[in-house]
C-alpha cells in the first residue's frame, strides 16, 4: 500500500498550526511536503510483510559442508516507536543464523534488518520480525537477533535518560535451546574488530 502524501501534508500542516506555529512562514511552508516524502522513504516497510521481504531478499547460494554459524554485525538501522512515534536510533543489529543446504548473500540480511526498522516498531518485535523473516529466507530454523538501540521516547523527552541504551536478543532453534551456542554468538557480538581498536 502506497503512502497516502496528500494526506499526510494535510496533517503535517494541522500539527504546525496545533503547536502555535504558522505554516505559511518561509522555513514551514514546505515542511508538510517534505515530511510527507520523508515518510514515504521512512516507513517503506510497513507496505511489505514478513512473507514478502523473506521473498524478496531470499537470493541463496549452495551452502559449505562445514554449516558453522554466520554472523553479520554492526547493522546500523533506525525505527520509529509506536507508542510515540519517537526515533529509535544508534541502533546496531547482530543477526546469526546455521545454515542448513543454503546461505544467504550477506547484504540482503543487512536489507532485512534495515526493511524491518521502516515500520512503526517495537525493539523486540524488530528482532522477532527479522528472525521470522530469516528463517523463511535461509530455510533454517536456527537464528539469533541481537539488537542494542537507543530510544528519543526516553532520552528526549519523559525520564530524559540520555545514556541508557536497550538491548533484545530473540534465538530461535539451536539458538535457543544451546546455552553455549547463545554464549558464543553474544561473545562474537561484543568483540572488538579493527575498525573499533
Known sequence: MAVD??????????????????????????????????????????????????????????????????????????????????????????????????????SKIARIADMVGKRLQLQERIGSDIAEIMEKATLSPDIAVIIRGKHSCMTARGIKNVPSVTMTTTFRGAFADNQNLQDRVLRLVEMKGDRDE
Do not use: W
Not at 514551514?28 to 521473498?55: C, H, K, Q
Not at 546500523?76 to 546469526?96: G, N, Q, R, T
Open 5 to 106: 502524501q496528500a494526506k499526510i501534508r494535510e496533517h503535517i500542516r494541522g500539527i504546525l498550526e496545533a503547536i502555535g506555529e504558522d505554516p505559511d512562514r518561509e522555513g514551514l511552508a514546505e515542511t508538510p511536503d517534505r515530511v510527507a516524502r520523508m515518510y514515504s522513504e521512512i516507513f517503506e516497510g510497513i507496505g511489505y510483510t514478513n512473507d514478502e521481504i523473506a521473498m524478496k531478499f531470499n537470493k541463496t547460494f549452495e551452502a559449505p559442508v562445514s554449516n558453522d554459524m554466520v554472523l553479520v554485525k554492526d547493522i546500523e538501522i533506525f525505527s520509529y516507536c509506536e507508542h510515540h512515534m519517537a526515533l529509535m536510533y544508534d541502533m546496531k543489529v547482530a543477526v546469526a543464523y546455521i545454515p542448513r543446504d543454503r546461505v544467504i548473500g550477506l
